[in-house]
């Protein structure tokens, strides 16, 4: 990808992220507990907030039913985040909007598989997880929403129509992370596109979620029919085992395996970066350390 194309690719980059949109009557599906929840505490400073949709009573292990949501009729567009980091959930189909725009937080599973952005009204996400280094928010914004017709006051630097208006280049942009985001553009392309990264994802989470459903000793935490591709939470059952395990598995050069501080047990990442040896890697210890702590 040239300079030109990355410039047209991130023209409507946010630097703004959750900022920047029209918020009269918002309306959240409420599914989570870390972005949408923060997201619905956020928006309330600007304008009516409803949730829609929860599922908290199961500890957010479920993906609530959203096929026909209480929407109201004045209602300006529908919130989710699309895939959640924490618990290790995902949408394998979208809400029933009934009409109302969908904007959707991508955050943590951008990339990962091939997308239809024409069910979106906006699109956005930081591209730490699968793109490139923190810093910077990438936005695919429907046309006739960027617009000047934003609540008063909001400020110049924090409406897409600002960014759109100048290619990205109304302020200095954060060159080293396109030029990065480039680079994994360009590696994405040369692996086969999204299709071929929604198979390595599928290959990959099979793996590890089909030792957890055969395991004596690991339980996975998120209803099958909801299990993110990107994020794998698990459990022993045992705080104190789940502590020796992540202890150990650091010890054995497996990284970052410790659960969300929030909901404590065990989660694996398994970004469009992690091979599948990785997981293999994973697997084969969890089966090792079952064998000597049943």
Same mark, same amino acid.
Request: net charge neutral.
């Given at each position: 990808?040239?300079?030109?194309?990355?410039? %047209?690719?991130?023209?409507?980059? !946010?630097?703004?992220?959750?900022?920047?949109?029209?918020?009269?009557? *918002?309306?959240?599906? &409420?599914?989570?507990?870390?972005?949408?929840?923060?997201?619905?505490?956020?928006?309330?400073?600007?304008?009516?907030?409803?949730?829609?949709?929860?599922?908290?009573?199961?500890?957010?292990? *479920?993906?609530?039913?959203?096929?026909?949501?209480?929407?109201?009729?004045?209602?300006? *567009? @529908?919130?989710?985040?699309? $895939?959640? /980091?924490? +618990?290790? /959930?995902?949408?394998?189909?979208? #809400?029933?909007?009934?009409?109302?725009?969908? @904007?959707?937080?991508?955050?943590?599973?951008?990339?990962?598989?091939?997308?239809?952005?024409?069910? +979106?009204?906006? =699109? *956005?996400?930081?591209?730490?997880?699968?793109?490139?280094?923190?810093?910077?928010?990438? !936005? =695919?914004?429907?046309?006739?929403?960027? /617009?000047?017709?934003?609540? #008063?006051?909001?400020?110049?630097?924090?409406?897409?129509?600002?960014?759109?208006?100048?290619?990205?280049? +109304?302020?200095?942009? $954060?060159?080293?992370? =396109?030029?990065?985001?480039?680079?994994?553009?360009?590696?994405?392309?040369?692996?086969?596109?999204?299709?071929?990264?929604?198979?390595?994802?599928?290959?990959?989470?099979?793996?590890?979620?089909? &030792?957890?459903?055969?395991?004596?000793?690991?339980?996975?935490? @998120?209803?099958?029919? %909801?299990?993110?591709?990107?994020?794998? #939470?698990?459990? /022993?059952? $045992?705080?104190?085992?789940?502590?020796?395990?992540?202890?150990?598995?650091?010890?054995?050069?497996?990284?970052?395996?410790?659960?969300?501080?929030?909901?404590?047990?065990?989660?694996?990442? =398994?970004? $469009?970066?992690?091979?599948?040896?990785? @997981?293999?890697?994973?697997?084969?210890?969890?089966?090792? &350390?079952?064998?000597?702590?049943?």
């Amino acid at each position: 990808m040239e300079k030109e194309q990355i410039l %047209d690719f991130t023209r409507r980059i !946010s630097q703004s992220n959750r900022s920047g949109l029209t918020v009269i009557n *918002y309306e959240i599906i &409420f599914a989570y507990l870390d972005d949408a929840k923060k997201a619905y505490q956020e928006a309330q400073k600007y304008g009516k907030v409803n949730k829609i949709a929860s599922s908290e009573d199961k500890t957010f292990s *479920y993906i609530p039913d959203c096929s026909d949501l209480p929407i109201s009729p004045d209602a300006d *567009y @529908v919130y989710i985040c699309e $895939n959640n /980091t924490i +618990y290790g /959930t995902k949408y394998k189909k979208l #809400p029933n909007t009934k009409g109302k725009t969908l @904007v959707a937080d991508v955050s943590s599973c951008f990339l990962s598989e091939p997308v239809n952005v024409s069910d +979106y009204g906006i =699109i *956005y996400g930081g591209v730490q997880k699968n793109i490139g280094p923190a810093g910077m928010v990438i !936005s =695919i914004v429907r046309d006739d929403l960027i /617009t000047d017709d934003v609540l #008063p006051g909001t400020p110049t630097m924090m409406k897409f129509k600002t960014h759109a208006d100048a290619g990205s280049l +109304y302020n200095t942009p $954060n060159c080293y992370c =396109i030029y990065m985001c480039g680079k994994v553009f360009k590696w994405l392309k040369k692996m086969g596109g999204l299709e071929v990264m929604k198979q390595r994802n599928e290959e990959k989470a099979k793996l590890l979620y089909d &030792f957890l459903d055969q395991s004596k000793l690991f339980k996975g935490t @998120v209803v099958p029919e %909801d299990r993110s591709l990107m994020n794998v #939470p698990f459990i /022993t059952g $045992n705080a104190d085992l789940d502590a020796k395990f992540v202890k150990e598995s650091k010890e054995a050069g497996l990284e970052n395996l410790k659960g969300h501080r929030t909901v404590g047990g065990m989660r694996a990442s =398994i970004y $469009n970066a992690m091979p599948k040896e990785g @997981v293999e890697a994973l697997v084969a210890f969890m089966k090792k &350390f079952e064998e000597e702590n049943l």
